[in-house]
């Protein structure tokens, strides 16, 4: 008789490591790509060369089964637009179809450069076994084996083709001919195609050994020119795990080359250095309302002085968490408490911290908690706690499930009459001061420019909603202002870049006044002026409706800017825009963030942008984003429209401790004038979602930390 197996008896199995990458920095052998996927939220960079040939990669596993890359690229002796060695930039993306199962291999489809020039274009579908302590008869090969196979287009099905499996003649590439940029549909999957096939062999966990059958040809740099001399299909390579994160590797290379390799890996969840949080307070238990019923008397709050009391309490214990009240209302059984998170994250860990204080501090007759999250002047929402469910629910195997799902997010009204402000919340003054690295990049002459130097910013908030800001900077050393001068046709709003380099070593680079404020029920308002970047200044102003209980926002905003003089000081040129978008967000859930804006650019050009956001528990988002407008591919220029990643990384992620400050930075093929949009600090959305539901409940097991 079978009996039910218990989570005991059921077998268990040792997750895989991640996948090895190839010279393409994405899951494969040497050359050729395999079936396998990185895990999600996987950060790679990749460094390899051979043949004249080096290739920098950064790839992101976006979701499970989707991952992409962005690569440069520089060959030698290509002898392109007089340039000895020839730069290019390219984009990946891979889908993994099918997991590999106890029976099944796991299989990827891949486009490689597919937003590019095409120079490496091609498509592929790869298929990858895993064998663990393989065996034959009485031979066993200990460690971990890989098998894959796979069949390539484009220039993977340009050595041993089979054929065109789905007919059609392949448009030939030409780089002379080629903008980049767009995809080129009209290729994909077409023309002859080639097998590849390979083996790994991982001994430990150290060290890998690796053979390949390629089905690239290198006809551009063997055939076209003399870039390498291509002797046979097969490629060997060794591999060694330095670190947890790094992996090099040395290999010969289609019979006539030595090539190396080096990759760098990060994962959002393996931080660099654990967060180290204090554990809070507990939650204080009130005594029995029937063993002491005089506890629960209502009577302290007929006092008039009972508002300053409780803010007087409040205030110090807030403070020791990284919280500052603002403003605090008290009822005989229900309290309503305004506050600035300067500490965490995650606003729910901070609304968590506040409510733990106010059970600590509150008297027994108060039973509801309001607290009220307050960013920029803004109230955020309302976030409705009962006090009993705090009690009973700390210690529960579910305690984050379950908080959540008694927890009220509504809309913050307007502060009652009745309540105690914060004794000194304004005027508010903060500043900064240190090292600033500023990188170029793409310049065919010199891939990578930067300026180096130090910087000042600062802010004073002197009311509620209002803020002062600025950041003078000084240049102490760099050569961005080497780098190539415009050819644009458009207006130049952004390729002039080199010229406000020039311009002066100590520039202004922001100084502007803002205000912002709730005009009504689920609207939020801001109006600014000033310089609000090195390039343009002006005013501008913005509204926005969001409900806090719903994952749509919609935004307009209306500027009129002009333009910079290059010394960045106090004065403008003659060009003046008037710009402004109306934008759509949404929150899809599991932490991916759309947006959509529509409207009239800098450059005066009119389209849309596309953005698509993955943000993780612990704060990394990783982003993507297009431009189209009606400006032309040959108006745009190189690259054909505005594209590009974008980063922001937690500072705990890397030291280990609270922090509320992020690094950021967005990379773009190219910069050119068409689609590009004002920067403008503090536009609302970023400021008001945080204090929403969306992220609140997506971040409920902070609250009890």
Request: hydrophobic fraction near 35%.
């Amino acid at each position: 008789m079978a009996t039910a197996q218990t989570a005991e008896d059921a077998p268990s199995f040792k997750p895989l490591p991640p996948p090895t990458l190839n010279f393409y920095g994405a899951p494969g052998l040497i050359d050729m790509p395999s079936g396998e996927a990185s895990p999600e939220g996987q950060f790679t960079a990749t460094v390899s060369y051979f043949g004249g040939t080096i290739r920098n990669t950064l790839s992101f596993q976006a979701t499970p089964r989707i991952s992409a890359s962005f690569r440069y690229i520089g060959i030698q002796n290509w002898n392109s637009d007089g340039f000895d060695t020839y730069y290019d930039r390219s984009f990946d993306v891979r889908f993994l179809l099918f997991r590999e199962t106890r029976r099944w291999p796991a299989i990827t489809l891949g486009l490689q450069d597919f937003v590019g020039t095409g120079i490496y274009g091609g498509e592929y579908i790869a298929a990858t076994k895993t064998f663990q302590d393989a065996s034959a008869g009485s031979f066993r090969l200990p460690g971990r084996l890989k098998i894959t196979a796979g069949i390539g287009w484009g220039r993977l099905g340009t050595s041993g083709s089979i054929g065109s499996i789905f007919g059609d003649e392949r448009p030939r590439f030409d780089a002379s001919q080629s903008l980049g940029g767009e995809p080129a549909y009209d290729a994909w999957f077409r023309g002859p195609a080639a097998p590849f096939a390979g083996i790994e062999w991982a001994p430990n966990d150290r060290w890998g050994f690796k053979v390949e059958y390629s089905s690239d040809a290198y006809e551009p740099e063997t055939v076209q020119r003399n870039v390498f001399e291509r002797k046979s299909d097969f490629n060997f390579g060794v591999e060694y795990q330095y670190s947890e994160r790094l992996r090099i590797g040395a290999y010969y290379l289609y019979g006539s080359e030595v090539g190396i390799m080096a990759n760098f890996q990060l994962n959002p969840k393996d931080p660099v250095t654990p967060l180290q949080v204090a554990a809070p307070d507990p939650v204080l238990i009130r005594p029995s309302r029937r063993a002491n019923p005089q506890a629960w008397s209502t009577d302290w709050a007929q006092s008039a002085a009972a508002p300053t009391t409780v803010r007087d309490a409040l205030a110090p214990e807030l403070l020791e968490q990284g919280l500052i009240l603002e403003a605090v209302d008290v009822q005989a059984t229900s309290v309503e408490l305004r506050f600035r998170n300067t500490r965490y994250l995650s606003m729910s860990n901070a609304v968590g911290r506040a409510a733990r204080t106010l059970a600590n501090i509150m008297p027994p007759s108060v039973e509801t908690f309001r607290i009220v999250p307050v960013n920029g002047g803004l109230a955020l929402s309302t976030v409705t706690i009962r006090r009993s469910d705090l009690e009973a629910l700390e210690y529960d195997a579910d305690a984050s499930d379950a908080i959540a799902a008694v927890t009220g997010v509504t809309d913050a009204g307007r502060l009652p009459r009745t309540a105690a402000l914060a004794t000194d919340p304004y005027p508010e003054f903060n500043w900064s001061i240190g090292p600033y690295f500023r990188p170029s990049y793409f310049d065919p002459s010199n891939p990578v420019r930067f300026d180096l130097g130090i910087e000042a910013s600062a802010s004073y908030r002197f009311a509620r909603g209002w803020v002062i800001g600025g950041r003078i900077s000084h240049r102490l050393a760099g050569n961005v202002d080497g780098g190539r001068e415009s050819n644009s046709v458009l207006p130049r709003v952004r390729t002039d870049g080199v010229l406000y380099a020039r311009g002066a070593d100590t520039t202004l680079d922001q100084l502007y006044i803002s205000k912002q404020w709730k005009p009504r029920h689920n609207l939020y308002a801001r109006v600014s002026a000033g310089y609000f970047e090195n390039v343009f200044g002006g005013i501008s102003g913005e509204l926005l409706w969001k409900p806090a209980s719903s994952s749509l926002g919609i935004g307009i905003e209306a500027n009129y800017v002009k333009q910079r003089d290059f010394d960045q000081r106090f004065g403008f040129r003659d060009y003046s825009v008037a710009t402004g978008h109306v934008s759509a967000y949404y929150d899809f859930g599991g932490g991916y963030h759309g947006q959509i804006d529509v409207g009239r650019y800098l450059a005066g050009d009119i389209g849309a942008t596309f953005t698509l956001d993955r943000q993780f528990d612990n704060g990394w988002r990783v982003g993507g984003f297009f431009t189209l407008t009606d400006v032309s591919s040959e108006e745009f220029g190189e690259g054909s429209f505005d594209k590009g990643i974008r980063f922001s990384l937690p500072v705990n992620w890397f030291i280990g401790t609270e922090s509320r400050r992020r690094v950021s930075t967005t990379v773009r093929p190219i910069q050119r004038d068409g689609g590009a949009r004002l920067f403008v600090p503090g536009r609302l959305y970023e400021q008001v979602r945080e204090g929403h539901f969306d992220a609140l409940d997506g971040q409920s097991a902070r609250f009890w930390e």
